[in-house]
């Protein structure tokens, strides 16, 4: 989206170096922040980071579309706790902007009750992957037993919010349901099986191996967005209570409803007047066809434009320029994706097949010489350890104590033993 004849985006990843400050201000002109649900306790330390590195930067700072993370009841006292984080963050945005771009209406009276005044509602920049256009249409009348439907969720909506007995309920009825994974451990379950994390361990979730959408081959994770909206264009219906997920079918023309969870998921809908429910609010024999039925796309494609103007009047003021108002609309962006082999989203892993065991295999044993290398460094670095605190013991004369291990096992070992030994009659 800022890709533009006059303009060379470079990204710096996810993570926040502070110590790349000097080098930022000598070489760029503006430091763009795409932030999502940062205002959320487990953030604070990633928070307090990019505020000491914005606070080094002498070149114009760029929020767009950050957001607070509560319950649907947008209720602040979670975000208590954090408050001079964020105070913090903000005061240091607007030193270096006009103003801070947030998803809705909640992040922007949230901000605005911790008095800050230059807030913008301007939503996710997601939604403008096609500038002001947006097509959203149902192709059939209605949902039928053999319509393509895809269905998402987060492991806190399955397991807390009992989304997995309304895709159970689906499953049940539409044969040609499937399940698209957001999460790395969903991928790992697909490509490898692997449980070993707190999501991983959710079996109600369609991407464990234990569930029957797993065993029936329903269930997929992209790698990268191109994959996973050329696949949700061939389908019917999304619906969900990943945003991003049910966002990435209404961007390919799916109609979408999200069911929405917390105040993240519900802020962007009311936002953007993307269909949606409350999860807590829909019965667990939801059908999906009830949902198509009543999703209403007047409101989310006719007042698109009037957001989009909003969006680039945000750029504007900000010094940044946008690649639909002053550049080719994203075609030579675009072109450029579409040379590049991207991977079909990953799948299930039920088949025996020699080839995708062997790549498998290839990349175990491949890693098995690494960790062996990490293993042997890890044991020199151990007994180099040792020797020095030996060393150092017997220069001071002191006798090393013994090891917490050893203590614990006199303490425990020498009772139980007793209480194991037969009572001598």
Not at 16 to 43: G, H, M, Q, S, W
Not at 245 to 251: Q, R, V
Request: charged share 25%; glycine share 8%.
């Amino acid at each position: 989206m800022l890709t533009t004849p006059d303009t060379e985006v470079f990204s710096n990843g996810m993570r926040t170096d502070v110590k790349a400050a000097a080098l930022i201000n000598e070489e760029y002109d503006a430091f763009v922040v795409p932030l999502a649900n940062a205002f959320r306790p487990t953030f604070e330390p990633g928070l307090q980071r990019l505020t000491r590195l914005i606070g080094k930067l002498k070149i114009p700072v760029v929020v767009l579309g950050v957001g607070a993370q509560f319950g649907v009841t947008y209720a602040p006292e979670r975000l208590k706790p954090m408050e001079g984080s964020v105070r913090a963050f903000c005061a240091a945005v607007l030193e270096h902007s006009a103003s801070i771009g947030v998803r809705g209406e909640f992040t922007e009276r949230y901000l605005h009750d911790l008095g800050f005044r230059d807030v913008e509602a301007i939503g996710c920049p997601s939604m403008f992957l096609h500038g002001d256009r947006l097509l959203v249409e149902k192709k059939a009348a209605a949902l039928t037993a053999q319509s393509r439907i895809s269905v998402n969720g987060s492991h806190t909506a399955v397991r807390g919010g009992g989304l997995h007995k309304v895709i159970t309920r689906a499953h049940e009825r539409y044969p040609n349901l499937l399940c698209i994974g957001q999460n790395i451990s969903d991928a790992k379950q697909l490509h490898w099986r692997d449980v070993d994390s707190p999501g991983g361990r959710v079996r109600e979730m369609p991407t464990h191996p234990d569930h029957p959408m797993y065993r029936e081959g329903k269930a997929r994770v992209y790698i990268d967005p191109v994959t996973w909206m050329d696949d949700l264009r061939e389908f019917d219906y999304s619906f969900g209570s990943r945003t991003h997920g049910n966002i990435a079918a209404l961007l390919a023309g799916t109609p979408a409803t999200v069911l929405a969870f917390d105040s993240r998921t519900l802020e962007l809908c009311r936002y953007f007047e993307i269909p949606h429910r409350l999860l807590s609010e829909v019965p667990e024999d939801l059908d999906p066809a009830d949902l198509y039925e009543k999703a209403d796309f007047t409101g989310l494609a006719g007042n698109h434009k009037e957001r989009f103007d909003r969006f680039a009047a945000f750029l504007d003021k900000n010094g940044l320029q946008n690649t639909f108002t002053h550049g080719d609309g994203g075609a030579a962006f675009e072109k450029k994706l579409r040379s590049l082999p991207f991977p079909a989203g990953l799948r299930p892993w039920n088949d025996t097949d020699v080839a995708p065991l062997t790549s498998r295999f290839g990349w175990l044993h491949h890693r098995i010489g690494a960790l062996d290398s990490q293993n042997a460094q890890l044991k020199r670095d151990l007994a180099k350890s040792r020797t020095g605190a030996r060393a150092a013991a017997k220069a001071a004369s002191v006798i090393p104590s013994p090891s917490i291990y050893r203590r614990a096992k006199r303490a425990v070992g020498d009772p139980l033993r007793r209480a194991l030994k037969p009572n001598k009659s």
